[in-house]
Nanobody, 116 residues
Framework: QVQLVESGGGLVQAGGSLRLSCAAS????????MGWFRQAPGKVREIVAH????????WYADSVKGRFTISRDNAKNTMYLQMNSLKPEDTAVYYC?????????WGQGTQVTVSS
């Protein structure tokens, strides 16, 4: 059974930084294609970034490009999202998602709130 657990969310002022983590258990982490999504109140869940199994390929939404960095440490079965220059519009619940063997798994989410 694959489980994903996010951590690192919190309250930060605009311009600040946070680092989110997503710890995976079950399965073989190097088999997972991983990504970060977010959902703001009243809005649909949107993709923020994703990363290939080996970390060599990454993709970012235009809204976060240049400010956020996705990475993974396969030895620790953990994915990260370094968020810099945060803006109030980044406020959302952030979810990690893993795809393995054609199945999709979600974490429970972590709240990020950016005050102006």
């Amino acid at each position: 059974q694959v489980q994903l657990v996010e951590s690192g969310g919190g309250l930060v002022q605009a311009g600040g930084s946070l680092r989110l983590s997503c710890a995976a258990s079950g399965g073989t982490f190097t088999s997972y294609t991983m990504g970060w999504f977010r959902q703001a109140p009243g809005k649909v869940r949107e993709i923020v970034a994703h990363i290939s199994w080996d970390g060599r390929s990454t993709w970012y939404a235009d809204s976060v490009k240049g400010r956020f960095t996705i990475s993974r440490d396969n030895a620790k079965n953990t994915m990260y999202l370094q968020m810099n220059s945060l803006k109030p519009e980044d406020t959302a619940v952030y979810y990690c998602r893993g795809i393995v063997a054609g199945r999709i798994y979600w974490g429970q989410g972590t709240q990020v709130t950016v005050s102006s």
